[in-house]
């Protein structure tokens, strides 16, 4: 079987979408070898011969001109190069994919989450692209991944299918960087401390976690935010910070490299995720795997991720938030118990794993 790979969401500095692209895609490369990967950054793990680097300006970093150019991109050169080549399936990591008809291709589509329409006045712009043209790429693929039951559930309620197949894989996460590590350095560096780890878009609700923080104010803590200072609202909850005084208290760490995340989610009282909507959340396999008890919002996608293995919040709640963090800073039973369930868990969930789904998928797909 002939494999193109749309990997265009691997660049430097990989948020989420960026670091499942990369995964996943080695991945399939580990038992797959007639694969061609289009992507933005050779690190992915190709040999010269798998690999196809896209332009500059293709980077997910350039937010809406990135996302146009990308489409344009994926309508244009890569629909040709799949008409030329003739492979048999052209698989896309997320959402994004040809939505011009395809000849002697199947095509298969990720869906990670359908946020744009769940708060379409946090993604204005990208809302039309759910709204208009992924309707497009729908039709013209064979089938669909979600990463999780919610985000089948979604994809459901919002796009007519006409019985198109739709899958359930899940992500995994990288056993060979995310495990405990015992003397972290970052206790040493800021004492007790609660993690972040995300972007800073509104429905990651860190205003009500900041909030919370201040309830909890004279408590010996501090709380770590690590993701990039995006300029659109890092402004305004800086300033809600320096209004509690919190300076002290709540850091923004902007991104950190890779190699130190484990260590950071080792030492850390606990992981802390109250976000309003996601379609699965990576970081809480990476933290559970770090032996990091995790506090999450209550709502379906996160439960399915977790399971038992979380202490489970209101995410519009900031006192549920704020005893969540209390529980965790003085309660070491509870502690021990989530560690322990949250390392459990965190083995359920593998990359390999996820590779090997994906290719019975294509094959089913052959048949």
Same mark, same amino acid.
């Given at each position: 079987?002939?494999?193109?790979?749309?990997?265009?969401?691997?660049?430097?500095?990989?948020?989420?979408?960026?670091?499942?692209?990369?995964?996943?895609?080695?991945?399939?490369?580990?038992?797959?070898?007639?694969?061609?990967?289009?992507?933005?950054?050779?690190?992915?793990?190709?040999?010269?011969?798998?690999?196809?680097?896209?332009?500059?300006?293709?980077?997910?970093?350039?937010?809406?001109?990135?996302?146009?150019? $990308?489409?344009?991109?994926?309508?244009? +050169?890569?629909?040709?190069? @799949?008409? #030329?080549?003739?492979?048999?399936? !052209? *698989?896309?990591?997320?959402?994004?994919?040809?939505?011009?008809?395809?000849?002697?291709?199947?095509?298969?589509?990720?869906?990670?989450?359908?946020?744009?329409?769940?708060?379409?006045?946090?993604?204005?712009?990208?809302?039309?692209?759910?709204?208009?043209?992924?309707?497009?790429?729908?039709?013209?693929?064979?089938?669909?991944?979600?990463?999780?039951?919610?985000?089948?559930?979604?994809?459901?309620?919002?796009?007519?299918?006409?019985?198109?197949?739709?899958?359930?894989?899940?992500?995994?996460?990288? $056993?060979?960087?995310?495990?405990?590590? +015992?003397?972290?350095?970052? @206790?040493? #560096?800021?004492?007790?401390?609660? !993690? *972040?780890?995300?972007?800073?878009?509104?429905?990651?609700?860190?205003?009500?976690?900041?909030?919370?923080?201040?309830?909890?104010?004279?408590?010996?803590?501090?709380?770590?935010?690590?993701?990039?200072?995006?300029?659109?609202?890092?402004?305004?909850?800086?300033?809600?910070?320096?209004?509690?005084?919190?300076?002290?208290?709540?850091?923004?760490?902007?991104?950190?490299?890779?190699?130190?995340?484990?260590?950071?989610?080792?030492?850390?009282?606990?992981?802390?995720?109250?976000?309003?909507?996601?379609?699965?959340?990576?970081?809480?396999?990476?933290?559970?795997?770090?032996?990091?008890?995790?506090?999450?919002?209550?709502?379906?996608?996160?439960?399915?991720?977790?399971?038992?293995?979380?202490?489970?919040?209101?995410?519009?709640?900031?006192?549920?938030?704020?005893?969540?963090?209390?529980?965790?800073?003085?309660?070491?039973?509870?502690?021990?118990?989530?560690?322990?369930?949250?390392?459990?868990?965190?083995?359920?969930?593998?990359?390999?794993?996820?590779?090997?789904?994906?290719?019975?998928?294509?094959?089913?797909?052959?048949?």
């Amino acid at each position: 079987m002939k494999l193109f790979i749309n990997a265009t969401h691997f660049y430097e500095h990989p948020s989420g979408l960026g670091v499942y692209t990369k995964n996943l895609v080695r991945a399939l490369l580990s038992i797959h070898d007639q694969i061609k990967v289009f992507t933005g950054n050779p690190d992915i793990g190709c040999s010269n011969q798998q690999l196809v680097i896209t332009p500059k300006w293709l980077n997910p970093r350039k937010g809406t001109i990135g996302h146009i150019l $990308r489409i344009l991109w994926e309508n244009s +050169y890569l629909w040709i190069q @799949t008409l #030329r080549e003739r492979p048999h399936i !052209l *698989f896309s990591t997320v959402h994004e994919g040809v939505a011009l008809p395809l000849v002697h291709t199947k095509q298969v589509i990720t869906l990670h989450d359908t946020i744009a329409l769940k708060f379409p006045q946090y993604f204005k712009r990208l809302k039309y692209y759910f709204t208009h043209f992924l309707p497009l790429v729908i039709k013209n693929s064979q089938a669909i991944v979600c990463v999780s039951e919610n985000t089948k559930k979604d994809l459901l309620d919002y796009y007519k299918l006409n019985d198109k197949p739709v899958y359930v894989v899940y992500p995994g996460y990288d $056993r060979d960087v995310f495990f405990p590590r +015992y003397g972290s350095v970052f @206790t040493k #560096r800021f004492g007790k401390y609660f !993690l *972040f780890v995300g972007d800073m878009r509104p429905h990651k609700n860190l205003e009500r976690l900041i909030k919370a923080v201040n309830e909890l104010r004279c408590e010996n803590f501090k709380l770590l935010i690590v993701g990039k200072k995006d300029m659109r609202f890092y402004p305004a909850l800086w300033k809600m910070v320096r209004g509690y005084k919190l300076e002290e208290k709540v850091l923004f760490l902007d991104y950190v490299p890779l190699e130190d995340l484990p260590y950071l989610y080792s030492g850390a009282e606990a992981f802390v995720f109250p976000s309003l909507y996601e379609g699965f959340g990576l970081p809480l396999i990476e933290a559970m795997a770090c032996g990091c008890p995790v506090i999450a919002s209550d709502i379906p996608p996160l439960r399915e991720v977790c399971d038992q293995s979380a202490y489970y919040v209101d995410p519009y709640d900031t006192h549920s938030v704020a005893c969540a963090l209390y529980q965790l800073l003085t309660n070491n039973s509870l502690k021990r118990r989530l560690r322990m369930l949250g390392l459990w868990r965190a083995k359920y969930f593998s990359w390999e794993k996820s590779a090997r789904q994906h290719m019975s998928i294509f094959e089913e797909l052959m048949a």
